[in-house]
């Protein structure tokens, strides 16, 4: 086990490299550095952006840039924001918990909702039922983020106002400090009456855009290895013993079959990412991937790399938990078989 | 013991923060974070409005115009032929108290005034390094280069000397990022070792006291009940951060927000009709021009150029391009500026005469000229491509062809004020309502090479009228020089001017008080809701 651990452990280090060598690279080849964007139409003189350039470091070699940044890291040091100032790691920690909030909401409502709706497909396989649901699936798989967030709020909370269009909170009626940064948990804690459920109410429907992908994958995934163990000879058996089809199913089958499942949830996690940039900028939610959007278009360098690096190490430690996660599951493949 | 020590605090902090029953909160819908709350390190209109509920300046603008009228400094004397200014500064005006556990001990005073000037200015000031120690607006606005020395006298007078006159000084000091600091305050941080604490949690003398900042989230006021100028009408004045138009304008119509920033041109016709809603709207402080490089022949002969802009369908860029988010512009300045002069007409669009005029000059057809146009968006020009492929498909109409130039950004502007195009699209957006603000983009020494007069149109009239105005410290006296600058540059047609954008603001019907600034501010004190 530990042998298995350490292989992956190992390459995923590699990948971290690449990723920060890529990273750097990739952002300096757009054109336009960060002093020349924070200026207008008044130009700037070149011996001022000489200064600043030189002030920014941007005036180095690229490689020479590259391995102060290396090493700075290295310390745990992932530079200062060009724009506001301020530490990227502490813009990354104060930020971060939005996000995870989010993410988390979204991934409930994915496997909550996508295990049981695909299990339910394969078990009545060739239905109306299993045809409407990978109908469905299918509709969330290709669905725009930015349409269907928007469409949420003019339908669910302009229409029918059953929600409130967008935020964390209602700021007219509420205010306490965030103390943990988890908007659930600090609005429990402030005991103001209703806050709580108010900031139930914001997270539905950011929770339901991101979470729609991710979804459709789920139950996609699920009705299709549950096909595969349904077929199998110890569902037959299980069967032939004469117990009851939800224990067959429930029981038997749909344990095997949740096992590619794990995986796939865990790969989800890179969609959850990428698809919380877009629902954190329609829904006004205040966590990392907007602030990434931000900083790509100030050339904030230090703010990109550091949050891109962070959140890469993030998704690649949840995908590592998983991995390890199934071959604690499934034994064959820890011991290569 | 513990218990009773929390409980008392959970009280205090609870009578501190939930507001009380029947307090009005005003909920403006912003576009985006701030940078931080120091205007004199920031660039955006976004900090700006961030920063402006807490500070006040020595001038202001009147709520609504680019009038500049008395702020933190009572009165002033211009002495000197322009040279010398003399502040008097108000007495008894309170620093916010209780913000980041500061309290002042003392009113403001001519400390302040010092500190938030040489913070910029002087490179050993202790706070000149903090936050990066970019203060852009104060080079742009060339204050190294007028100011002289800035002296405290007594308390309550300070004396500014120039090394030149120019009267548009007093609008400089009604820009934000003259806002006025408490020294008391960024002594105080200093002592803690917290100096990057300044720039972060703002401490000022404005209509509204800063409460809490979370980034991409909110921003948190309170109403200062000690102002000294035009009150707060609301309890609390609260920023949702929403950078998307189409949220902001549902969050709008939900009632989630009172006041949005920039509705989407798209969004206007229905927000017009809807009887919960108000908009209101003026053309921007900014113009779109494009400039003819009279230095480049055939550019050089007067005809030339006015063939050009009887040349161009403007009705049309504006319609398709700006979408209702623009006005068709014929003078330098906006109309909201004082000095306009409404009685220059327009050229008219006129193919025709415009053949005529070429033929007049003697130039043969086909003629081969550039366009540039700029990479990016700007406030003033929403698709500058776009507006050169129009212009190009009516230069063909004339018989002039017009080959489409574009460089990245920077470069764009760079090889534009060598001089390098001989025509270019680009425009500008004034600072602080002055109309020399906008005027020097056509004077001699802006004509050099380098300099932003694209046209490198040099005329002496129009130079020593621009001058004069500037010694002036009669309004009247300089908007007559103006009338007459617009009308030598009107006919001398160094260049085309395109449109002023429109700026439009939504908000609950609900609302008022609200005034409209020339110079996209948005200010919240005066305003209520009904």
């Known amino acids: 086990m530990l042998k298995f651990f350490l292989q992956r452990v190992a390459l995923t280090v590699p990948t971290f490299v690449a990723l920060m060598f890529v990273t750097f690279v990739a952002i300096r080849l757009v054109p336009g ?13 070149p011996e001022r952006l000489a200064y600043f350039r030189h002030e920014l470091g941007l005036d180095q070699p690229v490689w020479k840039q590259f391995l102060d940044y290396v090493w700075h890291l290295l310390h745990g040091d992932f530079g200062t924001s060009l724009v506001t100032n301020q530490k990227v790691l502490t813009e990354f920690a104060a930020l971060f918990p939005a996000t995870i909030e989010l993410g988390v909401a979204g991934m409930l409502i994915a496997v909550l909702l996508g295990i049981p709706a695909g299990a339910m497909a394969a078990v009545k396989r060739g239905t109306w039922y299993d045809q409407l649901i990978m109908g469905l699936s299918v509709t969330g798989y290709s669905m725009p983020i930015f349409w269907w967030g928007l469409i949420l709020i003019m339908v669910v909370a302009e229409g029918w106002g059953l929600t409130p269009v967008s935020g964390r909170i209602d700021l007219i009626n509420y205010y306490f400090e965030p103390t943990t940064g988890f908007m659930l948990v600090d609005a429990w804690l402030s005991k103001q009456p209703g806050a709580f459920l108010d900031a139930v109410r914001h997270l539905i429907l950011p929770a339901i855009v991101l979470g729609t992908i991710p979804l459709a994958v789920i139950a996609r995934m699920t009705r299709s290895s549950m096909l595969e163990v349904l077929n199998e000879d110890y569902v037959r058996t299980a069967r032939a013993k004469g117990l009851p089809p939800r224990r067959v199913i429930g029981i038997h089958a ?24 877009l629902t954190e900028t329609i829904f006004s939610w205040p966590g990392v991937g907007k602030w990434l959007i931000e900083a790509v278009g100030r050339r904030d360098y230090p703010a990109l790399q550091g949050g891109v690096m962070l959140i890469s190490a993030i998704v690649m430690l949840v995908n590592l938990a998983v991995d390890v996660l199934y071959g604690v599951i499934n034994p064959r493949i820890r011991h290569g078989g | ?472 410290s009669d309004n009247k006296e300089r908007a007559k020089l103006y009338m007459e600058m617009q009308v030598i540059e009107h006919e001398a047609a160094p260049d085309l001017k395109i449109a002023h954008s429109v700026v439009w603001e939504a908000m609950r019907a609900n609302v008022t008080g609200f005034k409209q600034s020339p110079l996209a501010a948005h200010q919240f004190n005066g305003v209520d809701l009904k």
């Not at chain 2, 108000?278 to 480049?296: D, T």
């Not at chain 2, 109409?397 to 470069?411: C, F, P, Q, S």
């Open chain 2, 1 to 472: 013991m513990k218990t009773t020590i929390c409980a008392a605090l959970a009280a205090v902090c609870s009578a501190l923060l939930i507001a009380p029953a029947g307090a009005k909160t005003l909920v403006y819908c912003s576009e985006g974070s701030p940078e931080n709350f120091t205007p004199a390190i920031n660039t955006t209109g976004t900090s700006f409005d961030a920063a402006r509920p807490v500070y006040d300046k020595l001038t202001e603008f009147e709520r609504g115009t680019t009038k500049v009228e008395p702020g933190l400094a009572e009165s002033w004397q211009v002495a000197d032929g322009g040279k010398t200014i003399t502040f008097k500064l108000r007495k008894g005006v309170k620093f916010h108290s209780g913000v980041n556990g500061f309290k002042p001990t003392r009113d403001f005073n001519a400390d302040d005034v010092l500190f938030s000037f040489e913070r910029q200015w002087k490179e050993n000031h202790p706070y000149h390094k903090v936050s990066g120690g970019k203060y852009d607006y104060f080079g742009d606005m060339d204050m190294p280069k007028l100011l002289e020395s800035i002296e405290k006298v007594d308390d309550y007078t300070v004396r500014m000397r120039l090394k030149e006159p120019n009267v548009a000084m007093l609008a400089n000091l009604a820009m934000d990022f003259a806002s006025i600091h408490s020294a008391e305050y960024a002594a105080m941080l200093d002592k803690a070792g917290k100096k990057e604490q300044f720039d972060q949690v703002p401490v000022g003398t404005g209509p509204f006291s800063f409460v809490m900042y979370q980034k991409d989230a909110v921003i948190r006021f309170r109403a200062n009940k000690d102002y000294w100028g035009e009150k707060a009408l609301v309890d609390d004045l609260v920023f949702a951060i929403t950078p998307d138009p189409t949220t902001r304008y549902s969050k709008l119509k939900a009632g989630e927000c009172h006041f949005v920033i920039a509705p989407r041109p798209a969004d206007l016709p229905e927000m017009q009709k809807d009887k919960t809603l108000k908009v209101i709207q003026q053309p921007g402080l900014n113009i779109a021009y494009w400039s003819f490089n009279v230095l480049k022949p055939p550019l050089d002969k007067k005809e030339v150029r006015l063939a050009l802009n009887m040349a161009i369908d403007k009705k049309s860029i504006i319609r398709d391009v700006y979408l209702g988010a623009g006005t068709a512009a014929k003078n330098l300045i906006p109309p909201t500026l004082w000095g306009y002069n409404d009685s220059v007409k327009d050229y008219p669009y006129d193919p025709g005469k415009a053949k005529a005029l070429l033929k007049s000059a003697g130039v043969a057809t086909p003629l081969d000229i550039d366009l540039w146009y700029m990479p990016v968006q700007r406030p003033y020009n929403p698709n500058a491509k776009r507006i050169a492929e129009m212009m190009q498909s009516d230069l063909a109409k004339i018989g002039v062809n017009a080959k489409l130039v574009t460089y990245e950004w920077g470069e764009y502007r760079k090889r534009a004020q060598q001089g390098e195009h001989m025509t270019v699209q680009l425009g500008w957006t004034g600072d602080n309502g002055d109309p020399d603000n906008f005027f020097f983009l056509r004077g001699c020494a802006a004509a050099r090479p380098g300099g932003q007069n694209l046209s490198k149109w040099c005329d002496k009239a129009y130079d020593d009228k621009m001058n004069r105005a500037k010694t002036l």
């Open chain 1, 254 to 277: 749909l344990r095997n079959a949740l096992i590619p499942v794990v995986t796939i949830i865990g790969l989800q996690v890179g969609t959850l990412v990428a698809g919380a940039v």
């Open chain 1, 33 to 45: 550095d960060p002093v020349e964007v924070r200026v207008g139409e008044r130009g700037i003189s």
